[in-house]
């Protein structure tokens, strides 16, 4: 199993807004920080926003921050929603031909029950669990 790189990027935007939630960061920042592409980030950021995530300031002097707690933000559902609703195999696809084998294979019910068991694991940590020892991760990312 591979995350996709914008579900990568969703927890690193996130996990920066988090090590300093009073100020506003803005994307070019955090593509610095990170040494990763801004038009990748701008995508990110919006899902983020239009989700009500992170919330974003316009104008002069502003960024975007988090809209709630980093112990509200349960990393399950911030990756359910970044990998989006495609399933997993073809064969789990509305569309019943795509899979020859389907009406006997036993893989799809597996496959199920392992991401299930992904989500779940993920389910049982927030964003504050990956900021919980900042000082590391300032060091790197906001003292370049």
């Known amino acids: 199993m591979k995350l996709t790189t914008f579900s990568d990027y969703t927890l ?3 996990m920066f807004l988090a090590l300093n939630r009073e100020r506003l960061a803005t994307i070019p920042e ?3 920080a990170y040494d990763i592409s801004e038009n990748h980030l701008m995508k990110v950021v919006h899902q983020l926003a239009r989700s009500g995530v992170i919330e974003s300031v316009r104008g002069k002097g ?3 921050r988090l809209a709630r707690e980093p112990e509200a933000i349960r990393l399950g559902q911030i990756v359910r929603a970044s990998e989006g ?3 997993i195999v073809e064969c789990l696809s509305d569309d019943a031909a795509t899979c020859r084998i389907a ?3 036993r893989l ?3 496959l199920v029950r392992a991401f299930d068991a992904l989500y779940a694991a993920l389910d049982d940590y927030t964003l504050a669990d990956l900021v919980k020892t900042p000082r590391a ?3 790197i990312l906001l003292h370049r």
Request: aromatic fraction near 0%.
């Open 30 to 32: 955090i593509a610095a």
């Open 12 to 14: 690193r935007v996130l």
């Open 108 to 110: 799809t019910n597996i």
């Open 137 to 139: 991760l300032e060091a």
């Open 103 to 105: 009406p006997a294979c």
């Open 85 to 87: 609703s495609a399933p």
């Open 62 to 64: 502003g960024g975007i």
